[in-house]
Nanobody, 127 residues
Framework: QVQLVESGGRLVQAGASLRLSCAAS????????VGWFRQAPGKEREIVAT????????YYADSVKGRFTISRDNAKNTVYLQMNSLKPEDTAVYLC????????????????????WGQGTQVTVSS
């Protein structure tokens, strides 16, 4: 298991930008993929973005494509989610997840693909 701690969420106005961080307790060589998910009240957890570590392949939900960017800093054991042009519908708890199992070429968009989860950080976008 790896412990993950998210930070960076807050209340912003529509059109603003935020950068979320996800700090891992272990060196990132034990992680094969990371994902950012979000969950709004009364809704299911949904994928936002994923990144595999071997190739750096990324995947984005259609709703955030072109606005959000996932990246990582291995030296800091940290994964980031840069969010631009935020919309009220982006309001949710954002969670990061790590996959420790080997990767197989998928986009890892299902929560079941991940082994460790953070507690989440709240992002609220006002109109």
């Amino acid at each position: 298991q790896v412990q993950l701690v998210e930070s960076g969420g807050r209340l912003v106005q529509a059109g603003a930008s935020l950068r979320l961080s996800c700090a891992a307790s272990r060196r990132t060589f034990s992680i094969n993929a990371v994902g950012w998910f979000r969950q709004a009240p009364g809704k299911e957890r949904e994928i936002v973005a994923t990144m595999t570590y071997s190739r750096g392949s990324t995947y984005y939900a259609d709703s955030v494509k072109g606005r959000f960017t996932i990246s990582r800093d291995n030296a800091k054991n940290t994964v980031y989610l840069q969010m631009n042009s935020l919309k009220p519908e982006d309001t949710a708890v954002y969670l990061c997840a790590a996959r420790l199992r080997p990767t197989y070429g998928g986009n890892y968009s299902s929560p079941a693909e991940y082994d460790s989860w953070g507690q989440g950080t709240q992002v609220t976008v006002s109109s």
